[in-house]
T-cell receptor
């Protein structure tokens, strides 16, 4: 059973517009969430994170929103650029049994068209 | 330059052979992880180690083995018991619970 779900396998956006990538989770023990960006044949690189005590975290063009009651988080990229085209993975971790290991979603492939 | 290094980048092996993937980090991180990525799948955890000489199974540990004799190194052995070993393998390290994991560039293993 998937604990972290990214229900959109792909997303296409025009350059300059907003990209919104969504992620849902089922485990209420998750208390730390991260977004990673991945290019083909490379390791993922960390993008932005948010702790469950916050509902928003912003870093330049990237903002992550967390809705704990809905068990939902989203990544907003504004404005989108062609270089943002990549696969974006949502990840979550919980203290306790899993010792902070990251559980990943399946990823959303973002294509930003010039 | 601090980082995490996986080698080799590409690896080919015959079916039935064991193969070991290397992962080294000089970030002084305590925790290290191995993930596997298959097309259309997220990253799935194979094994993790929070401290030297200790490691735990992840979600898909069957057919794999690891060791953590040194803080810097966390090699993964793909054994002949792994039914579908062809995949992209990613090693990661982190400095604690609420910190991001840093990933290596990955090893693509193809078993023929």
């Amino acid at each position: 059973d998937q604990q972290v779900k990214q229900n959109s396998p792909s997303l296409s956006v025009q350059e300059g517009r907003i990209s919104i990538l969504n992620c849902d989770y089922t485990n209420s023990m998750f208390d730390y969430f991260l977004w990673y960006k991945k290019y083909p044949a490379e390791g993922p690189t960390f993008l932005i994170s948010i702790s469950s005590i916050k509902d928003k975290n912003e870093d330049g063009r990237f903002t992550v929103f967390l809705n704990k009651s809905a068990k939902h988080l989203s990544l907003h990229i504004v404005p989108s650029q062609p270089g943002d085209s990549a696969v974006y993975f949502c990840a979550a971790s919980s203290y306790g049994g899993s010792q902070g290991n990251l559980i990943f979603g399946k990823g959303t492939k973002l294509s930003v068209k010039p | 330059d601090g980082g995490i290094t996986q080698s080799p980048k590409y690896l080919f092996r015959k079916e039935g052979q064991n193969v070991t993937l290397s992962c080294e980090q000089n970030l002084n991180h305590d925790a290290m992880y191995w993930y596997r990525q298959d097309p259309g799948q997220g990253l799935r955890l194979i094994y993790y180690s929070q401290i030297v000489n200790d490691f735990q199974k992840g979600d898909i540990a069957e057919g794999y083995s690891v060791s953590r004799e040194k803080k810097e190194s966390f090699p993964l052995t793909v054994t002949s018991a792994q039914k579908n070993p062809t995949a992209f393998y990613l090693c990661a390290s982190s400095n604690g619970r609420d910190s991001e994991a840093f990933f290596g560039q990955g090893t693509r293993l193809t078993v023929v």
